[in-house]
């Protein structure tokens, strides 16, 4: 989908600030939200991972840009737990003693209807040209590579299609690519000459760049 979540290339939002020896959690809730992801899916079962990162681009844009990294996945959690039919809203509003912001419903994914070939289609030294895509439901395609040409560096082994899985649908492997673009090529008003960027990326999102 596209959403304020996909920032890549994106300029405006001022200077990362860098904090030195920062640590992994700041706060004593941060490592429980992150230890209840963790237990919710590998040891609940009660979604994957890529359901997961779904969970965090369906944040309304504002409650996404307000919140930081683990608010986001105590927000992706809750959801997913109250979707999933685990919790109720009402149950996690009445121990947080409040309201609490879920992310927005999911919404079927039309690039699911893309069937890859069986073998990898792609070689290193091909070129290819990534699709300009715009499924209204998860993708790993970054919106600053679409629809721009690059050059295969290294194949990949097969890998689960994101795109489905997220969704609650079978598991679906096929080959991924490591995708070598020029700077000039993603950004042309870019003045820095000879620097690139590689991306992963699944074979559905690709097709030939000659």
């Known amino acids: 989908m596209d959403g304020i979540h996909d920032l890549g290339g994106m300029a405006g939002f001022g200077a990362i600030d860098v904090e030195a020896d920062e640590p992994t959690f700041h706060e004593g809730w941060e490592s429980k939200a992150f230890r209840l992801n963790i237990a919710a899916i590998g040891l609940l079962g009660a979604y994957n991972a890529d359901e997961y990162r779904h969970a965090i681009e369906r944040m309304a844009p504002a409650h996404y840009l307000q919140s930081s990294y683990y608010d986001r996945v105590l927000t992706a959690v809750a959801t997913l737990l109250v979707e999933k039919g685990v919790l109720s809203l009402a149950d996690l509003e009445r121990r947080a003693k409040g309201k609490l912001r879920l992310a927005l419903p999911a919404r079927d994914n039309a690039a699911d209807g893309i069937v890859p070939p069986d073998a990898p289609r792609f070689a290193v030294g091909d070129w290819v040209r990534v699709r300009d895509i715009h499924p209204h439901g998860h993708t790993r395609v970054p919106r600053y590579v679409r629809g721009r040409r690059g050059v295969v560096v290294h194949v990949a082994p097969l890998f689960s299609f994101p795109d489905a899985s997220a969704h609650g649908l079978p598991v679906r492997k096929e080959s991924t690519y490591h995708v070598e673009f020029a700077a000039t090529e993603l950004w042309p008003d ?11 990326l699944w074979q559905t999102y690709l097709e030939e760049g000659e």
């Open 190 to 200: 870019d003045e820095r000459r000879g620097e690139s960027v590689i991306v992963d």
